[in-house]
Nanobody
């Protein structure tokens, strides 16, 4: 069974930074695309970033381009999301996710991802 566990969320002032982590219990972690999504209260879950299975390709949502960096450590089965220059509108629950198929990147739609973590809250104060 796949388990994804996020950590690193918290309260930060606008302009600050956070580094989110997601530990995965995938036996062949290095064969899977890993992604981050976020969901603010009353809004849809939206794409933040994704990284290819070997970490050579990264994809970002328009709202975080230039402020976010996704990376992964396949030896530790962990994916990271570094967020800089945080804004109040970045406030959301951040979820780690992965598709059910290896070597598959389905784009920015949440329905292309089959496994999800419980989420970690990020709150940015103005």
């Amino acid at each position: 069974q796949v388990q994804l566990v996020e950590s690193g969320g918290g309260l930060v002032q606008a302009g600050g930074s956070l580094r989110l982590s997601c530990a995965a219990s995938l036996r062949t972690f290095s064969n899977y695309v890993m992604g981050w999504f976020r969901q603010a209260p009353g809004k849809e879950r939206t794409f933040v970033a994704a990284v290819s299975w070997i970490g050579s390709s990264m994809y970002y949502g328009d709202s975080v381009k230039g402020r976010a960096t996704i990376s992964r450590d396949n030896a530790k089965n962990t994916v990271y999301l570094q967020m800089n220059s945080l804004k109040p509108e970045d406030t959301a629950v951040y979820y780690c996710a992965t598709p059910g198929a290896m070597y598959y990147y389905g784009g920015v739609s949440a329905n292309q991802y089959d496994y999800w973590g419980q989420g970690t809250q990020v709150t940015v104060s103005s």
